[in-house]
Every structure is written in C-alpha cells, then in structure tokens.
C-alpha cells in the first residue's frame, strides 16, 4: 500500500486566502485523523472521522476551519480565511483501531 | 494541568547507551498505551503500543507500563544515530477512543 497521502506537501499563502488540504487514507482504514502540529503547542488533534462520519471536532480551533470525509478514500480540510497563526505543519492520519495510527508526510502551511 | 506530562527535552547521550524516556498521565481510564518516533519533517510512525500494564519488547525497544504509578517509559538499548528523533507517548481508553498525546521528547544520539 501507498501509505496516507496527502496534497500538497507545501502551501504558502497570504492572510484572508482559503487554504484546502487533502488527504487520502489507508484503504480499509476506518478511521481518519487530522492534526496540527506547532513547536509551541506540539501534536493536535483537530477532528477525527470513523466510517466517514465526524465523530469528534473540539478540536478545531474555531469556524475558519472546515472539514469533510465525502468517502472512504478522500477528505479535505479547509481553512477560509487563512490568518498567520495558522501557519503550522498539518498531518493525517489513518487506522482501523484508533490507537495504531499511521500518519501522512503533512503539509507545511505558511500564512503570511 | 494536561493529562499526559512529557519532559520535551532535549536528551543527549552517547552511541551505545541505554536510553530511557518517559510519560506520567492523570486519567486511570487509559487502557492503550503507545511509543511513536517521529523523525524531522516526517510524520510520527508508531514504535510500540501495550494494552493495560506489563513490559512489552521489540529488538532494542522495552516498553513499560506502570499502571499504579501512572508511569509509561521506553528503554533503548545500545542507541545509535540513526534512533535521533522526537519520540511521543499516546494514550487511549479504548481502540475506539481519541489518543491523547505527550509533548514528545527529543533525543539525540551522539556519535
């Protein structure tokens, strides 16, 4: 198998810009992660998904962020508008119990 | 104060030692308990997980789980350059629940 992919592995953008990244799981994972990843703050988990549905977003940091599981193989996390402090490396993740995750290369968001 | 306490370090220590790194948490309720490594600019990888308490080992790798304590460590023997990483502990109630996550602890390897 490929792994977790996810696109693009980098995005620099301006402040006010919408940001989508995407992510493709593991086939025959049921689960899907998304985390934020900062020096300050370390690993967050932003939402996570089991058979598609959301099954927890407290983590997501406010209304700016967005996020969709359409099927088992795609989902998308959007941020619209993009500030700086969003600046961060985004990370998926997949698995089929929640606690042997494999996770994406992530992408290196830059807001400026 | 968080659920899971992990000292970010860094910790240096020269090849061939044996390394210890360790997690305390606060939740009685966690039941997984898990070792990722995660190399700069890639994504974490797991290293090890143990259900409830016990050692469990892999090659140089001993993972504990003190439950009474609620103390996890990891023990690496004979370290090499190539085990230079920040390493994360992770916590569950269950293989259905969200796994909370330390600050990872840095270590480096000296040759």
């Known amino acids: 198998d490929a792994g977790v992919i996810q696109s693009p592995r980098h995005e620099v953008t301006e402040m006010g810009q919408e940001v989508t990244l995407r992510c493709k799981p593991i086939?025959?994972?049921?689960?899907l992660f998304w985390y934020r990843q900062t020096m300050m703050r370390g690993l967050e988990l932003l939402i996570y998904?089991?058979?598609?549905?959301?099954?927890?977003d407290s983590g997501m940091p406010e209304d700016r962020f967005s996020a969709k599981m359409p099927n088992a193989s795609f989902s998308t996390l959007k941020i619209q508008p993009s500030e700086p402090r969003d600046s961060a490396v985004y990370f998926c993740?997949?698995?089929?119990?929640?606690?042997?995750?494999?996770f994406g290369p992530g992408t290196r968001l830059t807001v400026t | 104060q968080k659920e899971v306490e992990q000292d970010p370090g860094p910790l240096s220590v020269p090849e061939g030692a044996i390394v210890s790194l360790n997690c305390t948490y606060s939740?009685?309720?966690?039941?997984?308990f898990m070792w990722y490594r995660q190399y700069s600019r890639k994504g974490p990888e797991l290293l090890m997980y143990?259900?409830s308490s016990g050692n469990k080992e892999d090659g140089r790798f001993t993972a504990q789980v003190d439950k009474s304590s609620k103390y996890i460590s990891l023990f690496i023997r004979d370290s090499q350059p190539s085990d230079s990483a920040t390493y994360l502990c992770?916590?569950?109630?269950?293989?259905?629940?969200?796994?909370?996550w330390g600050a990872g602890t840095k270590l480096i390897i000296k040759p």
């Open positions: 993740a997949s698995s089929r119990q929640t606690y042997e995750q494999y």
């Open positions: 086939s025959g994972h049921d689960y």
């Open positions: 998904f089991n058979n598609n549905v959301p099954i927890d």
């Open positions: 939740n009685s309720a966690f039941q997984y």
């Open positions: 143990t259900y």
């Open positions: 992770a916590m569950s109630r269950g293989s259905n629940y969200q796994l909370i």
